[in-house]
């Protein structure tokens, strides 16, 4: 048995061999190829659970060893000639021995065993570079196999989450149907009153009045008649109206019915997150979503700028922060002036990839005063005390160049062993050193600085307060020595005692605080008697029971929190739309897309009596975004169910309806020049033989092949309601659809049958 086994092995090794080197793609400007495949296997004793199987191929003189990430996994090579070596957790690189008898154009292969199970290739490795014995970085290009081309390649035994097209076809034919008007918007008007006739409206000369009346805070009136639009509210409130009007109902002269709208939100906070720590968005990026958040009602911009990967901020007199920390690339044998590759790259700090780039004082300040103009108010996060390791290895570099010690967060002696949920080892400030405090207030003073010379007011600063490892300071003289001085008992007191001391120092600079679930978690009468005043919001991401009949988002509730409902399961909308191999997003919250959100009722999430509830926030972590259109295909239409239930709480369109509203949203964002997300075909199979398909789209074209390949827009086109008869194609396997929507293609629907 095991002589069939090293044979069958020797005679797969060969045929990888073979289609590397027989690759009629051109290399482009990389200088060598990298072709990757996968199988899932079936647990074997060592836990181990998949083999990746990565072929190099090109000239590989002076190759020393070639560099990739790919989330934290316990990885051993076949080779006994190759060696693994793990940068930082998420960054590989494989050295070979091998590399020294390359003569030329060479191929080598290399087979890692890995623990778990792949899933989706949002796990699969990338941001591939050769390391040259020079210690410079080349290009490597990525040739990913189809993992769809086998069930191997994407499930494992019975762990398959694959949406196949039967059930693909049921779905969309449960949203299809519904009905939109002219006045269904997102998100909905609160009370729509038409009148008997109609008129013909330019809107390109809508009437803006201060209201005759006072209205309740965002209220505002729109009247349609006698060929006008006229809109009462609060002068403040003109900028982002004309966006939404003019989204809503276009420009020029329209027919429109005759009608008097009242609408407000029930919501004071309505808020959006976005991550450009973990991967860069420039900010012509973040205007455009300002823009598409005044268009759809939210009104609360969080400005995640800082994390373990990243610093994107700059900060008045520290030019570490960003020099350090917003760059990343190949960091052994570097000046230690940046930060090792995360998520994807090329191994170059200072090439123009989603590692690199920061958001500069004038550009922060550009943000802030549009934001303002739009009714937007903009909260930036420094994440701390965890989360903290991009801030502390660049006052590391600062004390190395200065001779300053005095914003180090980390002590020499400090034998914490702890793992953090993003598998770091070395990425929490210590609340023991003043050092930390010193940072903390340095940023916020410049912070502050920014909002005084944009004239917009600085509602609060998020500080994190989440995912502190435990262990975290169990090796900390410092720490040690501030419990045994403060009585402290625990690390959880440690951390509550580090809140209070930054919500104190802040609450002398006239700053609030926001923080996520952490910071008003089960902490003592006294803890709360002191930090809660301090505190303008907390985010419950959390779905959890654990702290009784309602969970975490209960605990805070009743202990007085002002509540923002950021549940995972609703309200993350960098999570996969659904379980597709190839849906861009995580899976660890679950999956969420337009409806998830729509879902998302808080009088559901808190149906507290007394609840301090504030609002509702949509989560946009940057894991597995790299550019501009990544970003907008989790934001739409995910977006518009979470600003349907910031506007409106209690009541919604049916999924039909919401869908047909979306419908009528995605020509707008042609206009625009938004990506978005489209959904997937259906595939029916009827009486063993008769294959159909629908869409969830009137205007897509659908194409489909019976052979395993993917559709292309070459592919036979099979029009919804029409059926393609398989009595003459006894061999057909499996069928496979896509559809194409204003040029846009969607996924691949698989339908697999015998």
């Not at 965002?218 to 009462?232: A, N, P, S």
């Not at 996060?381 to 190395?400: C, D, Q, T, V």
């Not at 509702?616 to 169910?641: C, H, S, W, Y």
Request: charged share 20%.
């Amino acid at each position: 048995m095991r002589l069939r086994l090293t044979f069958f092995i020797g005679l797969l090794l060969l045929f990888v061999v073979y289609s590397c080197r027989n690759n009629d793609t051109p290399a482009a400007e990389a200088p060598f190829v990298l072709g990757w495949d996968v199988e899932n296997l079936e647990p074997d004793s060592t836990g181990r659970h998949y083999r990746q199987t990565m072929c190099l191929t090109g000239d590989l003189r002076g190759v020393n060893r070639i560099a990739f990430n790919q989330f934290a996994r316990s990885m051993e090579l076949a080779d006994p000639a190759d060696t693994l070596i793990e940068i930082v957790p998420g960054y590989y690189a494989i050295g070979s021995s091998r590399f020294a008898d390359a003569t030329g154009a060479d191929t080598l292969v290399f087979e890692l065993l890995t623990k778990g199970s792949l899933h989706s290739i949002r796990y699969a490795p990338e941001g591939f570079h050769a390391v040259m014995a020079d210690g410079s970085v080349l290009p490597v290009r990525l040739e990913q196999a189809d993992i769809t081309a086998r069930r191997s390649g994407y499930a494992q035994g019975k762990r398959d989450y694959m949406p196949y097209g039967d059930a693909v076809y049921a779905r969309n034919e449960q949203i299809a149907g519904g009905t939109a008007g002219v006045y269904d918007v997102v998100p909905s008007f609160k009370n729509v009153t038409l009148g008997e006739g109609s008129s013909m409206v330019d809107l390109d000369a809508i009437e803006f009045r201060t209201p005759a009346t006072e209205l309740q805070p965002e209220e505002y009136r729109i009247t349609v008649g006698d060929g006008r639009m006229t809109v009462e509210a609060p002068e403040a409130m003109w900028p982002r109206l004309r966006l939404r009007l003019a989204h809503a109902f276009g420009d020029g002269k329209r027919e429109l019915p005759d009608a008097v709208i009242t609408d407000r939100p029930s919501l004071p906070y309505r808020g959006l997150m976005v991550d450009i720590a973990r991967n860069f968005q420039q900010p012509e990026e973040i205007h455009r979503v300002l823009d598409m958040m005044a268009v759809y009602g939210l009104n609360v911009f969080h400005f995640h700028l800082v994390d373990d990967e990243a610093w994107r901020l700059e900060i008045a007199g520290l030019p570490e922060l960003t020099e350090m920390g917003g760059r990343r690339g190949y960091t052994p044998g570097s000046d230690g002036t940046f930060l090792p590759q995360i998520f994807g790259g090329d191994g170059n700090p200072a090439s123009a990839t989603s590692n690199n780039g920061y958001i500069t004082r004038q550009e922060y300040i550009d943000i802030i005063k549009h934001a303002d103009s739009l009714g937007i108010a903009v909260i930036p996060e420094i994440e701390s005390p965890g989360h903290g390791r991009a801030a502390i290895k660049a006052m590391e570099l600062r004390a190395r160049r200065t001779g300053d010690p005095s914003l180090l967060m980390h002590e020499e002696g400090d034998s914490s062993r702890y793992t953090s949920a993003q598998s770091f080892h070395d990425n929490v400030m210590n609340p023991a050193l003043e050092g930390t405090y010193k940072l903390m207030n340095a940023v916020a003073d410049d912070i502050a600085a920014m909002h005084r010379e944009a004239g917009v007011p600085l509602v609060a600063i998020h500080i994190g307060g989440d995912e502190v490892p435990r262990g975290a300071w169990s090796g900390s003289p410092a720490v040690a020595a501030m419990m045994e001085r403060d009585g402290l008992s625990s690390e959880k007191e440690v951390h509550a005692a580090f809140v209070r001391r930054v919500a104190s120092d802040f609450a002398k600079k006239g700053i609030a605080i926001s923080g996520w679930q952490e910071i008003a978690l089960n902490h003592s009468d006294d803890y709360n008697t002191e930090v809660r005043p301090q505190v303008f919001s907390v985010n419950c991401w959390s779905t959890l029971a654990s702290q009784g009949a309602g969970g975490v988002v209960e605990a805070v509730a009743t202990s007085g929190y002002p509540v923002v409902l950021s549940n995972v399961n609703h309200f993350y909308l960098d999570m996969c739309y659904n379980r597709h191999p190839y849906e861009r997003g995580l899976t660890w919250g679950g999956t969420t897309d337009e409806f998830s959100a729509l879902a998302g009722y808080p009088a559901r999430l808190c149906p507290f009596p007394g609840a301090n509830l504030r609002g509702v926030q949509g989560q946009v972590f940057a894991e597995t975004i790299r550019d501009r259109g990544n970003l907008e295909t989790m934001l739409f239409p995910k977006m518009l169910g979470l600003a349907e239930r910031g506007w409106n709480p209690d009541s919604t369109y049916s999924e039909a309806d919401f869908h047909a509203v979306i419908l009528g949203e995605i020509p707008k964002w042609e206009n625009a020049g938004l990506t978005y997300h489209v959904r997937q075909p259906g595939i029916s199979i009827e009486d063993g033989r008769y294959v159909r398909v629908n869409s969830p789209y009137p205007d897509a074209v659908v194409r489909f092949t019976l052979d395993g390949s993917n559709p292309t827009e070459k592919s036979p086109e099979l029009r919804p309601g029409e059926t393609f008869d398989l009595k003459l194609s006894p061999d057909v396997k499996q069928v496979r659809a896509r559809l194409w929507l204003n040029g846009h293609p969607s996924l691949v629907s698989i339908l697999p049958f015998d």
